[in-house]
């Protein structure tokens, strides 16, 4: 079996996903690897480890991104990459690019792997440098089923209304001889708009004592009169709190929901422009999944089966690892008007 001298991944840490499935694939055609990852332990020198790599092995990759070219220990590595280069007269970096970013300037004379618009075309001619005898047609690539995301599901407004769990009586307030101190327990910490409703309440029940919160707990005092009949101010001040809390709490989580149909939506217009910008072409490559999920139609175009109540979805996945959440009528409007290609 054709075998490489071992090669050294020099890369950005934010680029460790590409790295971590570039180290996975030369591995699996029986490429050495050096990847940080792999190597490095807890209390290591990282300057004794990473020139000593550097040193033993027979290729120096550097992965070139916008991440990259700002990173001081690429830097680092780049250079002691071309003093050997210079030292052994012979090819040892090569560049491999995996998005637009100014190449540094010392590496603009190197044909490069390319890694932009095809990871396996990148692989395929990283390959053929350093296994020159490898057939094309034998090259292992992972692939990777699309990760699923399902719908974020959001809890029900009324799950953050508030409900007494518990009453105590504490005592004989030390003040009002006349007076009982009662801890109500409640069955979740109130947020802070929560408390200012509650202090100021609109109920027709009111009382001369004033009662305090703290963490899930409410503190008031009563007399043995008030407590007899059960006038219980503090039930009326929670419940007219929730009255007013819940409107509140449907906004937000409406809010939440049309952030992330943005975030999908955001992700299908940047797979439209980069389709634009490599191809020239508007009809966008996605990949399609098998997954039937329940949720709400990110797309939401006339006809959609699932624009304001949770109905049968699926994701699509595009290039740019972005994706988009849609209803299968939705889906079959995208692809017959040639909006996207199936992969």
Known sequence: MNKSAKIFLSHSSKDKE??????????KNNVPVWFDEW?????????????????????????????????????????????????????????????????????????????????SDGLT??????????????????????????????????????????????????????????????????EQDWCELFNNPTSFSISIHPAKIHDNEIYWSASEEDIKNQK????????DANRRYLPVVINRIAAVEENQRKTQL???KVAELETVLKMGREETPVLLTEEVIVGKCS????????????????????ENQGYIHVCFDCLQKQIENRKWKSK
Do not use: M
């Not at 001081?72 to 012979?90: D, F, S």
């Not at 998005?99 to 618009?117: G, H, M, Q, T, V």
């Not at 219980?232 to 419940?239: A, G, K, L, T």
């Not at 939401?300 to 624009?307: E, N």
């Open 232 to 239: 219980h101010w503090i039930y009326d001040w929670v419940e």
């Open 39 to 119: 190597e490095l332990k807890v209390g290591d020198s990282l300057n004794a480890k990473i020139g000593e790599a550097i040193n033993e092995s027979g290729w120096l990759a550097v992965v070139i991104s916008s991440n990259s070219i700002k990173s001081n220990w690429v830097e680092k590595e780049l250079n002691a990459g071309l003093a050997t280069e210079l030292e052994k007269k012979q090819v040892f970096v090569l560049p491999l690019v995996i998005d637009n970013c100014d190449i540094p300037i010392f590496l603009r004379d190197k044909l490069f792997a390319d890694f932009r618009s095809d990871y």
């Open 125 to 190: 001619s990283l390959l053929t440098r350093l296994i020159p005898e490898k057939s094309i047609s034998s090259v292992q690539s992972t692939v990777e089923k699309p990760q699923i995301h399902p719908p974020t599901s959001l809890p029900k407004a009324e799950a953050f209304l508030l409900s007494i769990t518990d009453v105590n009586i504490l005592g004989i307030n030390t003040k009002y001889s006349g007076l009982y101190d009662i801890r109500f327990t409640l069955n979740q910490h109130p």
């Open 266 to 268: 955001d992700s299908a």
């Open 18 to 27: 590409f790295v971590r499935k570039l180290a996975s694939d030369l591995t």
């Open 299 to 318: 797309l939401r175009l006339d006809g959609c089966s699932a624009q304001n109540n949770p109905g049968p979805i699926t994701q699509v996945n595009f």
